[in-house]
């Protein structure tokens, strides 16, 4: 009975982190659209996963950007790979740049910083 209820509170932590990550696509919504739903996630979640592949990353970079330069977010995790998909055109496999990035809301962070300091 313990490993049933463990299963379902380690589903319920995975479940919990994809409600906050966001795809980014430099070509199906405007900039400011990922922005304002990453406000919108920051203030549900505290946190909001930003995850791109190839040309979408500097887009994603920039929203990070956008965010901290506001003061509304600070960095918490940066990691890069690369995935290997399949080429539409040609039918052969290529390697495609990816990156997730993680966003702590500012005031969060500094909630926990001031509890961690007591």
């Not at 690369?82 to 052969?92: C, L």
Request: charged share 25%.
């Amino acid at each position: 009975m313990e490993e049933i209820t463990e299963g379902v509170n380690n589903i319920a932590i995975i479940d919990s982190h994809k409600k906050n990550r966001i795809q980014v696509s430099n070509t199906k919504k405007p900039l400011f659209f990922y922005v304002n739903l990453a406000k919108r996630y920051m203030q549900q979640h505290n946190e909001v996963e930003l995850s791109a592949l190839g040309m979408a990353i500097a887009t994603v970079v920039t929203i990070a950007e956008i965010l901290k330069n506001n003061g509304l977010a600070v960095e918490k995790k940066i990691t890069t790979s690369t995935v290997d998909m399949k080429d539409e055109s040609r039918g052969r496999p290529i390697q495609k740049a990816k990156i997730l990035l993680w966003c702590f809301r500012l005031r969060y962070c500094l909630q926990r910083r001031r509890t961690l300091m007591i």
